[in-house]
């Protein structure tokens, strides 16, 4: 059985992953500020216009994370975490030396 390795992308497969992944992860992290600057007033309606845009595609992670993470003194810490995850996912993947970026520029 042969297993998929990063390495053993071609470079155009990688140009496309880029282009799906940078639009993906940046939005994740705008929404995660978002939910952030969300938690400094606890009383918004979050199942309401326009709050839902940023509440219903994050809750699923943060539901997820606060198991892990309890909030701390009363405060949520868990969209800076995703916050944070997501920042280094797309450096890591999509930065100036990110893997992606690197496999992209290879010579075939």
């Not at 940023?54 to 800076?80: C, S």
Request: charged letters at 10%; proline letters at 10%; zero cysteines.
């Amino acid at each position: 059985m042969q297993r998929l390795v990063l390495l053993d992308l071609d470079p155009g497969t990688a140009k496309l992953a880029i282009s799906f992944l940078g639009p993906f992860l940046s939005a994740f992290a705008f929404l995660f500020i978002l939910r952030i600057v969300m938690s400094w007033y606890p009383k918004l309606p979050v199942g309401k216009f326009p709050y839902v845009i940023a509440y219903a595609p994050t809750e699923p992670f943060l539901v997820t994370t606060r198991k892990l993470i309890p909030p701390l003194a009363g405060v949520d810490v868990t969209p800076v975490v995703w916050f944070g995850l997501v920042s280094f996912l797309n450096e890591i993947l999509l930065g100036p030396q990110g893997l992606l970026v690197l496999l992209s520029q290879k010579q075939v």
